[in-house]
């Protein structure tokens, strides 16, 4: 009795000390400090035989965890069951979540590990602490469901469904996640199944709510909108297309405009629609792979801005690294490069080289690249000959290199090139 | 480039760090993140559990790392750890550990070490009050202490914290005399400072960021079995070397011949380097000056430029998209981009760190997939620069706070950009932040929200990450994590094309270094004990590679100490994981045994470092009565001996050539600094006038009445004193013709008067008929002998720098093409006042010698 309410006086003065974990003045706090203090001897009074063996077992089973030494961790956490009766009170609360956090991922890798084992585990978890009975009932559904067991993940949760807390959200979509996946599947190709018919119609319910909060719901948003799809409900998709696309509590997320973009492209949406959409994307992600398309609107449109814009998004895309062998991209600025100065439109060309021209020739124009592409594309090499001989004129490395090149196949588009660039370099117009 | 086409659902929110209260399991279980994203999951789930890798697993072959190379010649000492820095009597197991810096230990440490510096001017000002010579005390006042008794009392107890030392009446009454004044002094202006620099120490010990990024690098050679280590040797780490190993398939890293080396003139930091455009470029960052080399085909280093980084360099960066431009970035805010061939080019620049207030002066710079745009990283966060746009603008990357359900105390401590353009590998956009407690992968095309989030739990601080190429096609890349005690983790990533990056099985621990202590044969406890503390030395580095050629996939890794040691593990991946596969435990081989022992035996070869710091050895009456003269010394004690002894002036040529000496630079008085007010007087011969102008200030009428009785007391003598001084003429300096140069006159700002001043002391204008006794005294002195061989330790070293005529020649786009020459006792530890040693050290090394020319005998400098 004297030990408990020790503990409680403890455990209350000791909470009030929480800042002292972290180191006066600099606010950073350190997981090693305890490493730190715990060399320094002390007259004081230490830590009880309880608490030690139990952290030092605690220590051995994430050692074992992280060298996959499942048995051996296994084996640990059987001994480590004991700090449920720690007389620690903070301890004693923290213990089922670190327990099952352990001995979860424990029979996850565990070889001898099977459904019933974990389920055992879990069953049990859930009843030690009314706090986590929620977190391990939906992260046991969530394994139920990886192994296929649809129906049993469904009873496990649905007792919870009426009173799931608004926090926790991110683990309700997880798992609605999988519904859908799975639901999807039943639409399309088992229709009878008209139990999960309803159920999917009664969670889109609660999704609808629940997308309206800010985050990242993406395979949740799909799935809905397929779902209203399928429904019919064209309006109902594209609010929440667009809702999801443009709220700014939102992160800026790419995928949210892209499915607007696919929405409104299966809509069979005006272009106008689809540039403005793809505008907004172009700002996000410069060298996202829809941005070709992009280019392919705007050169088709009848608006001189969209063309200048479509010369900016060409140099955009290729001044990213992932996407400097991007052959089309090349293809399309080479062609787009001699179409604008066709077009009179020399100015755009020199806005756009401006900011580049400090950099681009040694990113994409140097002859360590020239040799490269030549040996490895030797059409991307030709496309990029030309760029650069358009830009940086005819004595530029890479397209000499690419000129004096002999090559049976590509003669004739070499002496194109050369052709071309003679035509209508940037660097001497005059010629 | 494809953007994952369907992201983990996460919630967003905005806010501090610490607020979230959402339930933090998703970031431990690295099941859940294997389980939970729709790609994993095969369309035929019915069948049973998804596929995962679950044996996916870098086996070591050892079960600890083995040296390659044999240790240096330079003694190395682990320094300060917590026992000399906190408090030892506090009560250890507290839920929320407590850390109190034991400043009293350390300033009683201080006080016995160097007692002359502490209380020289306080025994100057009590000279009335000590009485050195004589059994009794012929004067019947009672603030007179015969000091040669006092001595007695005290000789033989030990020093600090006794307890039971006896106190006699004498002891006691010096107490209560001088306890004010020299408990205030010492107590207020030393405490406040020791206790500034123990907390310099301590947090330098919880985290050393210097060396962020690490200082070891592999630049791979012309085949992939052979290529160069580069690292920092020698006790300062300032000897760049570049060591040949060739890897072969089968066996062990060889180190092939001696390595080359340069020599640089400050300790190496940080080492990187990267293959651009098959071009090798390394770049080297030092406490104020980062350097760049080009590596030739042949593996030999060109210089290409140096740049002084003036307040101090906490980055640097190779670009992995143009040869040859860098990013780096100072204590002062700024990020540049630097190229040999354009210079620098200020791209961002702000002292105030970028989420909240954070008062550490880290920052970091790296690439991002465009070329022009860096992010710039501080505690707080990451934010996106465009080189090009305009100043002030960027979008965060990464915020500390609620976005990535930060916790409290949450801080950053790496970034990294993890761009690689080959096709079967990450996203090219992705840069991985490590903190404390976890490791974030950030998509810049995505900021705030983390891809991917895993609690590391790493016992020590992350600084050191690499991204390796898959070892085979089709394999998860292997991201090792290292942290400063040595401890290595090594994560399986995946996701390429449509997919988000995600763990591909459990994550692993590699073995550390210390674990290598089973290798090695017992030894007798003493050179166990130096053994053990060498394998703990804290790792600066982390260099791997996979040799592309061989059948099966290799993983060699190196790891550098701050000893200079160099480990190297090698790692095989596990063949065919079946279902039934477990962690087979390595075991030493003989030829592992043989190298450790090699090892050893040249380990022990090593002269171990000199102490730091050992007790005093207490008897004052042995001092006293110790009459024997040092066999060697240098010339300007024994001159000034011989001076004293035949009461003549001490000139310039008795003290041989003086090292030209440049002036001691003007103090600065600062505004409410009593310490160095009072210096400055003292200097000025006005110390009397001070401490009268000091006495008025301070007996205001707040006292308690019975120590202002002290006081005057104290002060009544004082005043006595001060009045038999001839001020006027201790005020103006006296007129030497023995000067060498107007500019030699001495008048050190800061320097604390060291024991040359004592002795100087006892020749003062004292009462006429003590003089012929102290004189005699003063002859007989041991201290002689002993202080200006104390004083000379930092001459001698100090004069190396003084010496070595390359300053920096700062060129006018601010590189310089030779960094100072410049040593540190211990390059490690003393990191952040080395400007400031190298200014303050000169003003030290003049003071005993410029003193020592001083005429001190009929006119002596008032105060000295």
Redesign the interface.
Known sequence: MSDFSEELIR?KT?DD???????S???????????????????????KDF?QTTSACLGFI??A???????QAADYMHSYFQILEDSDS?KRQAAP?II??LG??IL??H?KSSVETFNTFADRMKNIGVMNYL?ISL?HA??LL???MLEDANRNLSFHCTYIPH?????I??LL??RE?VHE?DYAYNTASQNMFDHSWKTSVNLRALIQ????????V?SYVEMLEFYGDQDGAREVLTNYAYDE???????AH?YLYNFLKREKAPREKLISVLKILYQ??P???LMLEFHRLLRKSEKEDHHKLGLEVLFGVL??????KNITAWKYLAKYLRQTLMGNHLAWVQEEWK?RKN?WP??HF?S??AKSDWKEDKALACEKALVAGILLGKGCRYFRFISKQDDQVLRKKIKQIKKSVKKHSVVNPGL | MDFPSSLRPTLFRTGPLGLSNVPDMSFMCSWRDTLTLPESLPKNSENGAPHLSTGLLWEPETPGPLPLLPPGPDPWDPGVTAQDLLFRGGFPFRRKPQAVLDVTEQLSRFLWDHGDIAFAPLGKLMLENFKLEGARSRSKKKTVVSVKRLLQDLGGHQPWGCPWAFLSFRQRRFSILGGPVLGKSVASLLGELLYEELATRWEQLLLDDAFTGGALAWVPGRTAQVGQLVYPAGGALDKLCFQEVSLTPGGDPQALGDPGHIQLQGPVRQVVTRTVQGESLLAVRSDYHCALWKVSKQGRPAPLQVLQVGKGATGISLSPHLPGELAVCSRSGAVCLWTPQDGLQQVYKDPETLVFCDPSPWRWADFTAHPRVLTVGDRTGVKMIDAQGPPGCGLLLFRGGAEASCQKGERVLLTQYLGECSPESLHPTLHLICTQFSLYLVDERLPLVPMLKWNHDLPSAPLWAQLLPPPRPGCPQPLLLGGQGGHLQLLHLTGEGASAPRLAGPPQSLPSSSDSLSAFPLLEPKSQWRLQERLKAPTIGLAATIPSSASEPVLSLFQLSVAGDVFYQRLHLQADPGPNSCASTASWTPQATACCSRWLKALLKVPPAPPVWAAPTFSHRRLLGRMEQREVEPKGPEALRAAMAEGRLLRQRDLGSLPSAEPPPTPEPGPEDELSTRLEAAWEGQLATWWERQQGRSSGPGRQPKRRKRRTQLSSTFSSLSGRLDLSDATSPPHSPDRASPEARPRPPVTPPSQESTQELWARDVPSERQQTLRDYMARLPLQGDTPQGVSLPLSQTSSIRATPSRPQTLPDGTAELPPRRKTLRGATVSSSQTSSIRATPSRQQAPVLSGSQPHRKKPRMGF
């Open positions: 455990s000791e000390k929480e800042e002292s974990c972290v180191f003045g600099t606010g950073m706090s350190f997981p090693w400090l305890q490493k730190h203090i715990g060399t320094v001897e002390t007259g004081g009074k230490k830590e608490a994430q050692e965890l992280l060298k996959h030494q499942w048995q903070h979540e099952w956090k979860s991922e996850f890798y070889p977190k992260q969530l394994y990886h192994h296929g926090l926790l959200y991110p683990f979509l997880q996640d999988y996946v599947d909060t800010p985050g990242v719901w993406d395979p949740f799909k509590k939102f992160p800026s997320n790419p995928n892209i996000i992600v060298s996202h792979k001044d990213f690294a992932g996407c400097t900011t950099w040694s990113f140097s360590f690249w």
